[in-house]
């Protein structure tokens, strides 16, 4: 069983930066990708960006590319999620989730295992 907790959210203007965290505990050493996912109000939950936890490959949704930046430190367990030049419409609760299955980074919700509970983004204009 792997534990995620995500930190880091919180209100910010838009052009401004937030940083998330998502600490692994538990059986983190199954772990091959980690993901960062956001559900707005009334949307479904989308992928944002992934990373690979052996390596560092990372992978990114078009909206975030060049704005957006994964991270992990395997001495921390540890992933993170730089956002920069943040808008509005990326006001949203961000989770993070654990593949244990898959060497690759994938976008579909149904296959990472762990997920967090989630923390808000709120991007005012």
């Known amino acids: 069983q792997v534990q995620l907790v995500e930190s880091g959210g919180g209100l910010v203007q838009a052009g401004g930066s937030l940083r998330l965290s998502c600490a692994a505990s538990g059986r983190s050493f199954s772990i091959y990708v980690m993901g960062w996912f956001r559900q707005a109000p009334g949307k479904e939950r989308e992928f944002v960006a992934g990373v690979r936890w052996s390596g560092g490959t990372t992978y990114y949704a078009d909206s975030v590319k060049g704005r957006f930046t994964i991270s992990r430190d395997n001495t921390k367990n540890t992933v993170y999620l730089r956002m920069n030049s943040l808008k509005p419409e990326d006001t949203a609760v961000y989770y993070c989730?654990?593949?244990?299955?898959?060497?690759?980074?994938?976008?579909?919700?149904?296959?990472?295992?762990?997920w967090g509970q989630g923390t808000q983004v709120t991007v005012s204009s």
């Open positions: 989730a654990a593949d244990k299955s898959r060497v690759i980074i994938t976008t579909t919700l149904s296959n990472y295992d762990y």
